[in-house]
């Protein structure tokens, strides 16, 4: 699908098995992607220089996962205009609420959306949500997940139902 790309942006190649499923969810939905390793401390120059270039660079959000001290989003956000998706991940004694933390106390002016510790799939989904602004196509494909979920919440409801009537005989 053309249009616009989503960074998925690390702090750590520890983060992949987190964020597997956002880039799974990116391809279920023909979203082009590119995944990089930038840190917010060891490579600010990268960070900035990364964030700044992104518009031009065909991208129409952003999503960034960390763990612990987790600046990466906000540093991308202080640099660019795009949307920044922030995906805390649980990576120390305190199980993620340091990243989360992190990130959901941004200061006015440099918003970061935050999704649920190693909440990667809802990252994506936020993510297509945003690009299908304007976009037919991918709006229809976003429909068309919702109504495949709620039937098979249904399905899930008439099975559990059967099931019972079975087990209470």
Do not use: W
């Not at 702090?11 to 590119?34: Q, S």
């Not at 799939?121 to 229809?140: D, F, K, M, P, R």
């Amino acid at each position: 699908m053309s249009g616009k790309k989503v960074a998925v942006i690390m702090g750590a190649d520890g983060d992949l098995p987190v964020m597997k499923p956002c880039i799974t969810m990116l391809k279920n939905f023909g979203i082009e992607y590119e995944v990089r390793i930038i840190s917010a401390h060891r490579t600010p120059y990268e960070a900035e220089n990364f964030a700044k270039n992104a518009e031009s660079n065909n991208f129409g959000a952003i999503i960034a996962a960390a763990g612990k001290a987790a600046h990466l989003a906000g540093v991308l956000a202080a640099y660019t205009i795009l949307p920044v998706i922030a995906v805390p991940i649980k990576a120390s004694a305190l199980e993620g609420l340091d990243a989360l933390l992190s990130m959901v106390q941004m200061p006015t002016g440099i918003p970061v959306a935050t999704v649920a510790i190693d909440g990667a799939a809802n990252a994506a989904l936020l993510a297509v949500q945003i690009l299908a602004l304007g976009n037919g196509e991918l709006s229809g494909k976003l429909k068309q997940y919702k109504t495949d979920m709620a039937n098979d919440v249904r399905k899930k409801d008439a099975e559990i139902s059967a099931k019972l009537d079975e087990l209470l005989k």
